[in-house]
Every structure is written in structure tokens, then in C-alpha cells.
């Protein structure tokens, strides 16, 4: 999956984030917090914190145990709330953590772990956007990573509106 960046739904201010299929045309929109949006959108801006933030520092904590981020599954969706696995690597030897997506995924920003997402799961719950607007849609998502703002989730304003 390709980690296209997170949005704002409207008229609900709900931010989601959202993948799409390597391979495909599919999206898979995935309702997160704004604390996480934030942190994703941080990570996909390239933009450092003075002091690291929760993902930041539980990046430094694999880090630091001399563990690897080997990629991240998106396994289920189970009453409109979506399961993943954050898959790591230390010493040879493969651990698995249940965790929510937006939170592996936030890590997976942050270390360049890829993303991952079961084809039933994408059949249960992906969206097919048609060739003619893929583009213009990808360019909106684009647009909006470059002007957001953690600001901009905190007032649950999303840029230019309002």
C-alpha cells in the first residue's frame, strides 16, 4: 500500500487517512484522531519536532533496542474499527504487535517501513476512484499535505475553509 496522507472529511472535520493499493486503483480511508493525523502529517512533511512526539519517540525506543521496523499489515476491520500488526525485527528474530493503524502507520512514517493491507480486507472495504479523477484526487491529497498545519487539526478547521 502507498500512503497517500491523511484528509479532512467534510462536513464532519473527521480526519482520515488514506492508502492505496500498490498495484490497483483501490483506496483504503481509515478514520483516525487528530493527534494522529497530525503525526502523520508531520512525518510525511519531513518536519522534526524540537522535542520528539509520541511516534518520534517510539521510533528512537526501536532504535534504541536495536530492533528494526519491518513493516506494518493492516489486517481486519471489525465492527467499523480497523486492526493492524506492526511487524518488527530484533536480533534475528521476528516480534508482532497488535496495534491501531494510525499509530503503526505514524511509526511506519517515520522509518520507512512499508505498508501493507489484507486483499479481503481491500475487497471488504477499499473504494475504486475511476482513472479520469485518480489523478485530480491524488493532486487534492497532495495539495492539502503541503498546506496543513497541526494547527489546522487542533481547530478542526481544515485549510481553506471557514
Not at 519531513?46 to 520528539?52: F, K, L, S, T, Y
Amino acid at each position: 500500500m502507498e500512503l497517500v496522507g491523511v484528509r479532512i472529511e467534510l462536513p464532519t472535520n473527521v480526519p482520515i487517512l488514506l492508502l492505496r493499493e500498490g498495484s490497483g486503483s483501490r483506496y483504503l480511508p481509515i478514520w483516525i484522531g487528530p493527534n494522529e493525523a497530525t503525526a502523520i502529517a508531520l512525518a510525511l512533511q519531513g518536519v522534526e519536532p524540537q522535542r520528539p512526539m509520541t511516534h518520534d519517540l517510539l521510533s528512537l525506543v526501536v532504535t534504541a533496542l536495536d530492533a528494526q521496523v519491518l513493516r506494518v499489515d493492516v489486517t481486519e476491520l471489525v465492527g467499523g474499527t480497523f486492526f493492524a500488526n506492526l511487524v518488527m525485527q530484533r536480533d534475528g528474530v521476528e516480534v508482532v504487535v497488535s496495534a491501531r493503524p494510525s499509530d503503526a502507520i505514524a511509526l511506519a512514517a517515520r522509518t520507512d517501513a512499508p505498508i501493507f493491507a489484507d486483499r479481503s480486507l481491500l475487497d471488504e472495504a477499499g473504494v475504486e476512484i475511476e482513472e479520469d479523477g485518480q489523478e485530480e484526487e491524488i493532486e487534492r491529497f497532495r495539495e492539502f499535505l503541503e498546506d496543513v498545519t497541526p494547527e489546522d487539526f487542533e481547530s478542526g478547521t481544515p485549510p481553506g475553509v471557514g
